[in-house]
């Protein structure tokens, strides 16, 4: 196992707990489930691609042939899968130990969700949110719910045009970053922690043409770029298995401790001063319609 020494310091064992990580087939949503499972987790990879999810079992039970992982299928784009899936997971487990929610887009051009979201913010916030407030119920204060937010949530903007962009992807990590922070200090009795990570920056198929609206020239270039210049996804995905087998209070926010958060070992961080105004404030909804409308889903600590 790669930073086998690391885990050995930092994390304690996660055996007999039950462990679902959302985009779990890919990038750092695959690398967290892959330490979860070092670390003794039964493992759920909610995944909204059957063969992709199913590709990813086989990987990590080659790895790990004494573990259990199953998957389940999500998808953060229709509201109507979400709720199947927060259901059959209460059928399924009755309680999870620990929920990442790894799953996330950037879709540079106009998309949609089923409910007629733009997709980025439907899929990395309000999705997310849908999801974590459904959730809840099978969680208890022994729980750890667990999110995948950026560095670039210091540059979401509170108004950003409707659509989809860079701009859309900050706001996206901003509002859920303010969620976070703000469903920790509001956190009732019997509430799992709530833990923020990002994983500073690496190369995965978060740019990928296939899955997304990107040109096939930038997601090249950019991959390249990543590649070469920053940290690999197993690196960038123990912010998550810190979050989950580490010590890590309620309403931590943990990310790589190398230079400007891009890359390095996880550590504690802090919150930008950016999410932390987001977070204080007493009305959390913006004049966005879709904002409004979509807010109802969202764990009702937040409102
Ligand atoms: N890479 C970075 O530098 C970086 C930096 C900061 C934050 N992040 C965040 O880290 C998380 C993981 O991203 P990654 O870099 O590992 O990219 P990735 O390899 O593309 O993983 C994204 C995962 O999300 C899944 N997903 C996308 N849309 C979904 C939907 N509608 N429903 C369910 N699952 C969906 C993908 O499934 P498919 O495989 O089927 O597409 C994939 O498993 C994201 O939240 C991202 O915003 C990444």
């Avoid at 690496?202 to 390249?224: D, I, M, N, Q, V």
Wanted: aromatic content about 10%; some cysteine; hydrophobic content about 40%.
């Amino acid at each position: 196992m790669r930073y086998e020494k690391w885990y050995q310091k930092n994390t304690a064992s996660l055996g007999g707990k039950v462990a679902v990580v959302t985009g779990g087939n890919s990038g750092i949503g695959f690398c967290a489930a892959r330490g979860f499972l070092y670390l003794g987790a039964r493992v759920v990879l909610a995944c909204r691609n059957e063969a992709r999810a199913a590709a990813a079992r086989e990987q990590l039970l080659g790895e790990f042939p004494q573990g259990v992982v199953e998957t389940a299928s999500l998808d953060l784009a229709d509201n109507a899968s979400i709720d199947a899936f927060s259901l059959e997971m209460g059928e399924r487990y009755g309680k999870i130990d620990i929920f990442l929610h790894c799953a996330g887009v950037y879709y540079p051009r106009e998309a949609k969700t089923k409910d007629g979201l733009p997709m980025t913010e439907g899929v990395n916030t309000w999705g997310t949110l849908r999801l974590a407030k459904a959730m809840l119920p099978f969680m208890d204060d022994s729980c750890r719910m667990i999110f995948t937010t950026s560095l670039v949530d210091r540059f979401g903007k509170e108004q950003c045009p409707v659509g989809e962009g860079y701009a859309a992807y900050a706001r996206s990590k901003y509002l859920l970053s303010a969620f976070v922070l703000r469903s920790a200090r509001a956190r009732a009795a019997g509430e799992p922690l709530f833990i923020a990570t990002h994983p500073g920056i690496t190369a995965t198929s978060l740019l990928s043409p296939e899955k997304t609206t990107h040109k096939p020239l930038f997601s090249r270039l950019g991959h390249a770029f990543l590649y070469l210049f920053t940290h690999a996804p197993e690196k960038a995905a123990l912010t998550a298995v810190l979050a989950a087998a580490g010590k890590v209070p309620n309403g931590a926010c943990i990310g790589p401790r190398g230079i400007f958060g891009i890359s390095g070992y996880p550590h504690h961080t802090a919150f930008c001063k950016n999410v932390c105004r987001r977070a204080a404030k007493k009305v959390a909804l913006s004049n966005d319609e879709n904002e409004k409308n979509t807010c109802a889903d969202a764990p009702s600590v937040l409102y």
